[in-house]
């Protein structure tokens, strides 16, 4: 089944500690991207990725990190969470096409930072 | 920075009747529009989309209008259902903004039995 998964769905952690959330496609997608949804905010892109090795930042990059380093996986590392982190982040793929065509979304990383 | 708005936040409409949710942004250089559709506890699902070069696209019961001149953007479902309730997302990309992608915060539709 094509999918875009992540892990973990649920996450309870403390300021500072650092925390890697997976994300892998099974589609082949050259593009890949990170969002987080806020209530009244809607989705905001943290970083994305064009292809491998090729990463830029979103709208909201502070205090995020990525890396591409095979076309399947876009992990998100935070180094040091802090509670304004705390939000649902979803991890999108889509086609080769610049970033310009559908992106399949997973099903969303709740993170709760203390 | 970029700025997507829908107009309104909540609408409810009778199950059978026809919806439309709106969404305004503001970079005229934007290449790309999606709607997408999200229920409870799920990630956002693609709907349609629309590129610039278009006014007017239809799927199945859903058709999307844009509007460069006025920047809008429009989705129109036809006989609206139950499984239609959920929040609706409009988003843009412009190749200005390195194919950066720009929500609106939702519409949240419910479809009255």
């Known amino acids: 089944e094509a999918q875009v998964t992540q892990n973990p769905r649920y996450l309870i952690t403390v300021t500072g500690k650092k925390l890697t959330v997976t994300c892998s496609q099974n589609?082949?997608?050259?593009?890949m991207s990170w969002y987080r949804q806020d209530p009244g905010l809607g989705l905001r892109q943290i970083y994305y990725?064009?292809?491998?090795?090729?990463?830029d930042k979103g709208d909201v990059p502070e205090g995020y990190k990525v890396s591409r380093k095979e076309k399947r996986n876009f992990p998100l590392i935070l180094e040091s969470p802090s509670p304004n982190q705390t939000s649902l982040y979803f991890c999108?793929?889509?086609?080769?096409?610049?970033?310009?065509?559908?992106?399949?979304f997973g099903p969303g990383t709740r993170l709760t930072v203390l | 920075g970029e700025s997507v708005g829908l107009h309104l936040p909540t609408l409810s409409v009778q199950e059978g009747d026809n919806s439309i949710i709106n969404c305004a942004y503001s970079?005229?250089?934007?290449?790309?529009f999606i709607w997408y559709k999200q229920e409870s506890g799920k990630g956002p699902q693609f709907i349609i989309d629309?590129?610039?070069?278009?006014d007017k696209r239809q799927g199945q019961r859903v058709t999307v209008l844009l509007n460069k001149t006025v920047k809008h953007l429009s989705l129109q479902i036809a006989a609206t259902q139950p499984g239609d309730s959920a929040v609706y997302f409009c988003?843009?990309?412009?190749?200005?903004?390195?194919?950066?992608?720009?929500f609106g915060t939702g519409t949240s539709l419910t479809v009255i039995p």
């Open positions: 999108a793929s889509s086609p080769p096409s610049g970033g310009l065509d559908e992106q399949f």
């Open positions: 970079n005229s250089a934007s290449d790309y």
């Open positions: 988003a843009e990309s412009a190749a200005n903004t390195g194919n950066q992608f720009y």
């Open positions: 589609m082949n997608h050259e593009y």
């Open positions: 990725s064009m292809n491998v090795e090729v990463t």
């Open positions: 629309i590129r610039s070069n278009m």
